[in-house]
């Protein structure tokens, strides 16, 4: 029964990534125009319509497609089904990590559904504080990144030998 609900759960985190993700794309993509923006929290948070064919910060846009379709989409498929597998069958991974890297998956769940869908990655998001500034992005990069942060903060906060935390 506790297997049933780990797996449970990790589809659950899973699925709620990908679907705030989605949803928050879907809305941009029917409610804004390029070149549009709306200012948000005294101009530190922009929202503006941009789509990406490339990856982070538009790497690997000029590519060819073949090159593109192998580093861009079948390579992170591949990335994604084995992480799957290893949360699903692993069952003695701390929780902090499987929370973690069902929030990569999500991300990455997510950006594959907008590549594949429109051979393009809507990003919609833009933090500015002074010299501080981001690239546009979107949900499925927060996931990533928050995804990301659980996993160095686990490895941080779990001590050696600690099985208390076992998910």
């Known amino acids: 029964m506790k297997n049933l609900l780990r797996i449970a759960f990790i589809i659950l985190t899973v699925s ?3 679907g705030c993700d989605q949803v928050s794309k879907t809305i941009v993509r029917e409610k804004m125009g390029y070149g549009g923006s709306i200012q948000l929290l005294n101009s530190h948070l922009t929202i503006t319509k941009v789509e990406n064919t490339g990856a982070f910060l ?13 580093l861009l989409l079948a390579l992170p498929v591949l990335a994604i089904i084995l992480g799957f597998a290893y ?3 692993k069952f003695n991974t701390p929780r902090l990590f499987v929370i973690g890297a ?6 990455g769940i997510g950006n594959i559904i907008d590549r594949m869908a429109y051979g393009s990655v809507t990003d919609f998001l833009h933090i ?16 990533v990144m928050v995804g990301a942060g659980l996993i160095l903060l686990n490895s941080f906060l779990k001590p050696q030998g600690d099985d208390s935390q076992l998910i």
């Open 128 to 143: 500015s504080f002074g010299i501080l500034q981001t690239g546009i992005f979107n949900m499925a990069d927060v996931s």
């Open 16 to 18: 709620v990534n990908i």
């Open 58 to 70: 538009s790497l690997g846009d000029s590519w060819p497609p073949l090159l593109k379709s192998i």
């Open 87 to 89: 949360l699903l069958f």
């Open 102 to 107: 069902c929030f990569i998956i999500g991300g």
